[in-house]
């Protein structure tokens, strides 16, 4: 009864999305204010519908209601209760249901905190958000329904892949998902405002929220994808170029272009043209990105579906959306009206830099994850291109984008004055530069890179620094004026200072992780000890317990530096019966930013057993970096929201400012 | 900024393109030794052989050709014998493979994409695996597999 319910909610939801994609434009041509009003009760009772639908799932699940099929197929009476939940998302049908929640949520966001906007522009957002929400419901509905119905119902299920039986699926998905779907909003307004052939500055500022908050998830949700494979898989590594990981960091870095962007285009009514080409761009490789990963056509270690109608289906969608946002873009974009001169060295010329790198990076991206698909379809040849293709293209594009960082925010707008800039950067030129010189005493020879790329690390913490104390004329001024003039700065001048800083932060991460981290893998026997690093690992024996679903072999070691014990750890392997799976659960042991692991391979009847362990230095900084570039995007945002409250001339605010 | 693009792209493909061969493939087109590849198959039941330490060997085959490998380090914990595997590596002057990373991206119902088309193409497909595969829902990986 539960799953009918659910079903049937997401059939009225359906509904209301086709009246919602059709109403408010037709409303908007007769400029019937009564009927535009229609798509906001649409907008937020399509919500309603799909959360009672999910809840249902929900439900379905936390009964063990083995009855319905996916229900059966992933999760098991013995599960632990938050396993039950998040199992809901751990498989292709539910996870789309997700999706279609997020979207709606979304949805209903605009409708209810869009009261500043202009109602046709509003109207006609929600209208090409329910087309998108449409599009979705009629692909869960038809192929990949999540309440269907066992005609003879088994006993117990099947249990969840153990893999994913960890906090990790709790947080990511939804994290991620927020984000992907979140851009769906900014792809919505640049359609809409394409149909209305009007758009402005306060277009940028009206969009820029929806776009920061998007991209906050995503930022947050790829960074704890990435920290739950490092600690799941048991090979030490964050980030494996995979096509699944590359579907989510392509939307990522349209979306920081398009973030900076549309800066632009707020304040200087420029790069009207291009602001709007990214909006579509970004939602349609958020696109790509679930036909990617939805469809199965790749050969990824993450592909769920073998179906191929869904991924006919979602090509279709694709398709669809893309390439109408791109015909209608083509149609109506010549005739927007470019604005705001400015000169090469600018605030805009160095925004239009970073724009540049960013969606030539994510181009690159974009063929390394697409061409082994291409190949194989026009000649039928398997290749695989992997980290070594990234590492050589990423990396070289990311240099110069990471160099120029602290320099922008720096510039002026409309004419800048790259001397005066590099001079006030000074210090953070003089710290780059020590920096480097004690990498390279400490480390000696070895990469000219390493040393480098600490001293860029450094360069662009440091610069976001500067910047932050250049607003308020610290060190220059009395201190309490520097206060004044701090209490004045906008929060997103600190949002922009500390997501910068957070770059930084994760380069010195990914450096010091990537160059000093250090392996081994070998067996070892009860009483023996293996070295690493200055850590010295005791193995002390095997001992079995039984989970709530599995049984548990769990190897004990003693972790001592210099002589004096710091701790245990306890790397394990759990076998599920109901799959006839093993996992291995890695032990970590936290110190300051770095990190101890260790993961257990085979044991030999001998009671010795092949154990891998890691010393990662500062590996904790690549996430913490991410979570604060989150923070800074927080902090900008919670600035917008007074701010879009009322739109207003865009230099209102800055008296106190030099140059905002 | 365009054509700098393009030239990263293209020297990269260059150097870092790794073909997806079946043991046949691999027998019929005379690789040579040290060539980057993927061999894909079945780890042939009985072949596996833990030797001294962390060393394994086993054999990949597609029903036609055998392709013996050899792999220093851990395997997944979804390795098995008469599973599908793909190792990534080159071969030795010897004919031996030598595998610098072994996936085993299966669960009981799946099979890695490549790995069917390979079994496919030399007639050892049992229909039973299509079902399987069809019902079973997910590609369940080593990798671990993140709901994205």
């Not at chain 1, 279609?100 to 979304?106: D, K, P, R, Y």
């Amino acid at each position: 009864m539960i799953a009918e319910i659910g079903r049937f909610a997401l059939v009225l939801a359906l509904a209301l999305a086709l009246i919602q994609s059709i109403v408010p434009l037709v409303a908007t041509r007769y400029r019937d204010t009564v009927l535009m009003g229609v798509a906001e009760t649409t907008a937020v009772a399509q919500f309603g519908f799909v959360t009672i639908a999910f809840a249902s799932l929900i439900a379905c699940y936390v009964i063990s209601d083995f009855t319905v099929a996916t229900v059966f197929e992933n999760s098991h009476s013995a599960m632990p209760l938050i396993y039950k939940f998040t199992s809901v998302w751990g498989n292709h049908e539910g996870s789309m249901l997700l999706w279609v929640l997020i979207l709606s949520l979304f949805g209903a966001f605009v409708a209810i905190f869009g009261a500043n906007l202009p109602l046709t522009l509003k109207v006609n957002v929600l209208a090409v958000q329910s087309w998108i929400a449409a599009a979705f419901y009629l692909f869960i509905l038809i192929t990949s329904n999540p309440f269907a119905r066992i005609a003879e119902p088994p006993f117990e299920g099947r249990d969840l892949n153990p893999i994913l039986q960890d906090l990790g699926l709790a947080i990511h998905p939804p994290l991620l998902y927020l984000g992907y779907v979140g851009f769906s909003i900014t792809f919505s307004f640049a359609i809409a405002a394409l149909i209305e052939g009007k758009i402005d500055a306060a277009w940028a500022r009206w969009v820029r929220p929806w776009t920061l908050a998007a991209w906050m998830f995503l930022t947050l949700g790829i960074a704890m994808g990435s920290y739950w494979a490092y600690y799941t898989l048991g090979w030490g590594g964050w980030w494996f170029w995979d096509p699944v990981e590359n579907a989510s960091l392509m939307p990522w870095l349209a979306g920081t272009a398009l973030l900076h962007s549309a800066v632009v285009m707020e304040k200087r009514n420029a790069l009207k043209v291009w602001t709007i080409l990214l909006a579509i761009l970004t939602f349609s490789l958020s696109l790509i990105g679930t036909f990617l990963v939805r469809s199965g056509v790749l050969t990824s270690v993450h592909a769920f579906a073998t179906d191929p109608l869904r991924g006919v289906f979602i090509l279709v969608i694709l398709v669809a959306f893309v390439g109408g946002g791109l015909a209608l873009y083509a149609w109506r974009a010549p005739m927007l009206k470019q604005g705001g001169l400015f000169a090469p060295i600018s605030r805009e010329g160095a925004l239009i830099f970073n724009n540049l790198f960013l969606t030539a990076a994510c181009a690159t991206v974009f063929v390394g994850t697409l061409y082994p698909l291409a190949l194989e379809t026009l000649t039928g040849a398997k290749i695989s291109v992997g980290a070594p293709f990234f590492n050589a293209t990423f990396g070289p594009l990311f240099v110069p984008l990471l160099i120029a960082v602290p320099f922008g925010p720096l510039m002026a707008w409309k004419r800048g004055d790259l001397p005066g800039v590099a001079q006030r950067l000074s210090g953070a030129f003089a710290v780059a530069a020590a920096a480097i010189v004690v990498t390279f005493a400490i480390a000696g020879g070895g990469s000219i890179l390493v040393p480098f790329a600490i001293g860029l690390a450094f360069f662009v913490m440091v610069g976001a620094v500067t910047d932050l104390a250049e607003r308020t004329s610290l060190f220059r001024a009395p201190a309490a004026l520097s206060w004044i003039r701090a209490r004045g700065l906008s929060r997103s001048a600190w949002g922009t200072a500390l997501a910068h800083f957070g770059l930084g932060v994760t380069l010195l991460g990914i450096v010091f992780e990537t160059h000093w981290g250090a392996e081994q893998i070998a067996m070892v026997k009860p009483a023996q000890t293996l070295s690493l690093s200055g850590y010295d690992f005791t193995f002390r024996g095997l001992t079995q317990r039984d989970g709530p679903n599995y049984r548990e072999l769990s190897a004990n070691f003693v972790v001592r530096k210099d002589g004096a014990v710091i701790g245990m750890m306890n790397p394990s392997k759990r076998s599920f019966a109901t799959r006839e799976m093993s996992t291995s659960e890695t032990a970590l042991m936290t110190r300051g930013f770095s990190q101890l692991y260790l993961s257990l391979g085979d044991q030999k009847p001998d009671e010795s057993v092949a154990v891998r362990i890691y010393y990662k230095p500062l590996v904790l900084l690549i996430w913490l970096g991410a979570v604060v570039m989150m923070l800074g995007g927080a902090l900008s945002l919670s600035d917008r929201r007074l701010r879009i409250g009322a739109p207003r001339p865009a230099r209102s605010k800055t008296a106190l400012q030099p140059a905002e | 900024m365009l054509a700098l693009s393009v030239a990263l792209v293209l020297s990269a493909l260059r150097e870092s393109i790794v073909f997806f061969n079946s043991p046949t493939d691999v027998v019929e087109k005379h690789i040579a030794p040290g060539t980057r590849i993927r061999v894909g198959g079945l780890v042939k039941s009985g072949s596996f052989v833990r030797s001294d330490k962390l060393l394994i060997r086993f054999n990949i085959t597609d029903g036609n050709q055998e392709i013996p490998v050899v792999y220093e380090g851990f395997v997944p914990d979804l390795f098995r014998e008469g599973q599908g595997v793909v190792a990534e590596g080159a071969l030795e002057p010897n004919g031996t493979f030598r595998a610098d990373s072994v996936l085993a991206k299966h669960d009981e119902r799946y099979m890695p994409r490549e790995v069917a088309d390979a079994l496919k193409k030399q007639g050892h497909w049992v229909d039973d695996y299509d079902k399987q595969a069809g019902a079973g829902r997910p590609a369940k990986s080593q990798q671990g597999e993140r709901a994205r």
